[in-house]
């Protein structure tokens, strides 16, 4: 019975799968002339996110008899450079898991196969916004979002409501930075209950938005597209600020840990957590007693939000094409987003998933109204992060200076050498 | 019948050379292809502009080495590497001797002493690190749990510029020097105890005798842990990546890292060819310069 239901609803998604390049064989399950075999290259996830990426391969599989999927997972640290081996070497990978800040450096080097022709526009249309514009680049789709991603103010209700702290419930009542910094200083009690733990604390992904919400401008001026640079942007007066204000919360007020501290929400150790809503089920799994809720994400001036998340690209030596956009299509689908977020919690990257859970975006009457919040970010605040040949440098770089300035370093000096040395990385870029 | 007596000689002696070279084919062709050719490899690209995920790249001559030699970051790194290769090394000869004196004692418990000594070498460096990332953590660490228990402050080890290096080779240190202890305690249990008693009827102090008899006679087990722990503490990765990804302010970046990140984060296989073969030079010069420092004519 359970065989069955997997069989129909790989059925289902076989129906979505898209327009296959024009002159080659198409159909779901209809034989082709040999079996076929696609290397994928993905992430490894966590025990859901596999789970859902095995039951969809192997869908596709059934669905398709003459494709045959071998897929290498590698931990989410080693990936870009597993991923760089398998490209340099020109074989071991038809279709891959992309960051979409990837796009523009392999596209420079010709190494990602366009979309467009292959994907029905319906598809694409049906995209929310900001999940399409990462995909885009020099006016072509080089790949298909699987998830999106938002960020949201977890808080530990008990620890608040004992504070006398009540959080903000509407968007234009968010808490500024500095706000979040007063009470993040009233809930700490180091080492036993930091005020705030932010998730990726030292990844540009999350942490550009300060710099960015404190007036450094939009993500066009981050990296100037023409000259290729980031001096006088990066290391600007209000980006400096930022980073200065974000590196007093480690150092001069204490309210952040400077280690990683393993599950400190879920464990009663984090008053308050900015983190991605995929939180969510492991928060309800580890600590199902823990009185929990969500609010915004804190500003300067304006209010800006991380977004965007893991997409899947193919590689533009594949050597079956069709097959591979046929599993783009499958795995990217608008019936695989609703399974995706339904067990992992991701944001949706279609329209109309948002449509088919009302309680959850509309009136966010589940999970503490976490997932309307990031519903809200996503459609009003969240701007996505330079795409520029050499982004893997700039967030290396970037990511030192973050670091840096948790660990005490002066946040001028740290702006101003990263912004160097990120210039020297993508002078290699320009044509 | 003299000539006959060496044409046959001649033939069994090419016979014997031909299977030797047999048997060394393998590994000849081994070392060939993996290290010689890899390294030959290494030079030529070192040469290119090359990118990684291309393969290919402009003829830039010494264009790299210019860059790297102008670069502060390549400073601080071949310091931070040389620091971090001879200090563990010192170390490592310095541990590895007490535990072996220690363990060379014929008292109760020695056997278990030195299984306790061994013990970290078979664990892997990967896991061993991730397990010390998690000890030296400010928040949560164990190291500061004890140091907060006795009423002493917390340590950023691994997130101050001044501790991350040495706590980083602390835990190498630890890691191997087990490995190092056996060696010794071989060196030791190869030492005549004859040479102790005439020092005792001499009337030689411990410290004399440690002095004069054990160190000298442990000299090439000495020269042995010196060059093998420098080639292998030069070429350290694994710790630094798992631990401090070379922060904080490149304090534990070392070549290896260094190399890493410009050829599979920075995609730069010509620039992080070039850095390559500066280690290579390095190694090689720092293992010549010992090798000349424990030359001496006197052998035991």
Known sequence: MQQAGLGMAGLALAACVPAAPAGTATGGAAPAAEAVTLDMLNVEGDEITNGIRNELLAEFMTANPDIKVAETKVPFSQYTAQMSQAIAAGKGVDIFQLDPTQIPELVFRDLLLPVDEFIDPAQLDGLLDIARQVTEYNGKHYSMPMWESSQVLFYNKDLLAAAGIEPPTDPESRWSWEQ???????????????????????????????????????????????????????????????????????????????????????????????????????????????????????????????????????????????????????????????????????????????????????????????????????????????????????????????????????????????????????????? | MVNRFWAAYGALERRRALWAYLFLAPTVLGLGIFKFYAIARVLWTSLFDT???????????????????????????????????????????????????????????????????????????????????????????????????????????????????????????????????????????????????????????????????????????????????????INTFAPVYLMTRGGPQGATTLLSYLIYQQVFVYLRLGYGSAMAVVLIVTVLSLVLVELRLFRSGRDF
């Not at chain 2, 402009?58 to 971090?84: A, H, I, K």
């Not at chain 2, 363990?103 to 020695?110: L, N």
């Open chain 2, 51 to 233: 990118d990684l995920l291309l393969g290919t790249g402009p003829f830039v001559g010494l264009g790299n080495f210019v860059e790297m030699f102008g670069d502060p970051r390549f400073g601080q790194t071949l310091w931070n590497s040389l620091v971090y290769s001879l200090g563990c090394t010192f170390l490592a000869v310095v541990v590895g001797i007490a535990l072996a004196l220690l363990g060379d004692r014929h008292v109760r418990g020695v056997g278990f002493f030195r299984s306790v000594a061994y013990l970290p070498i078979v664990i892997s460096l990967t896991i061993v690190s991730i397990v010390w990332a998690l000890i030296y953590a400010f928040e949560g660490g164990l190291l500061n749990g004890v140091f907060r228990a006795v009423g002493l402050p917390p340590q950023p080890f691994l997130t101050s510029a001044r501790q991350a290096l040495p706590a980083v080779m602390a835990m190498h240190i630890w890691h191997g020097a087990g490995y190092y202890m056996v060696l010794f305690l071989a060196g030791l249990q190869g030492i005549p105890d004859v040479y102790y008693e005439a020092a005792r009827i001499d009337g030689a102090s411990r410290l004399a005798a440690f002095r004069f008899i054990t160190l000298p006679l442990l000299r090439h087990v000495i020269l042995f842990v010196v060059v093998f722990g420098t080639v292998g503490y």
């Open chain 1, 180 to 431: 979040t910094l007063e009470a993040a200083k009233a809930l700490s009690q180091p080492p036993d209950v930091f005020g705030l733990v932010i998730q990726q604390w030292n990844r540009p992904y999350q942490i550009w938005p300060l710099p960015e919400s404190n007036g450094t401008g939009s993500v066009e001026d981050i990296v100037d597209p023409v000259e290729l640079k980031v001096s006088g942007l990066l290391n600007s007066d209000t980006s400096v600020e930022a980073m200065a204000f974000y590196g007093t919360l480690y150092n001069e007020h204490g309210v952040s840990p400077k280690s990683v501290v393993p599950d400190a929400f879920e464990l009663g150790k984090a008053a308050m957590y900015i983190a991605i809503t995929s939180a969510i089920p492991r928060i309800k799994a580890k600590a199902p007693d823990l009185p929990w809720g969500c609010s915004y994400h804190p500003s300067f001036k304006t209010p800006v939000t991380p977004c965007s998340s893991w997409h899947i690209g193919i590689f533009n030596q594949v050597k079956n094409p069709d097959a591979a956009v046929k599993l783009l299509g499958f795995i990217t689908s608008p019936e695989a987003d609703v399974r995706w977020f339904e067990r992992m919690n991701m944001p949706p990257v279609y329209k109309e998933t948002y449509t088919k859970f009302p309680d959850h975006f509309e009136t966010g009457t589940v999970d503490e109204g976490g997932h309307k919040i990031s519903a809200w970010e996503l459609a009003n605040t969240a701007v996505i992060r330079p795409r520029v040949p050499g982004y893997s440098a700039y967030e290396d770089l970037y990511r030192i200076a973050i670091e840096n300035i948790v660990n005490g370093g002066d946040a001028k000096a740290e702006m101003d050498g990263a912004a160097e040395k990120i210039d020297a990385e993508l002078a290699r870029y320009k044509k």
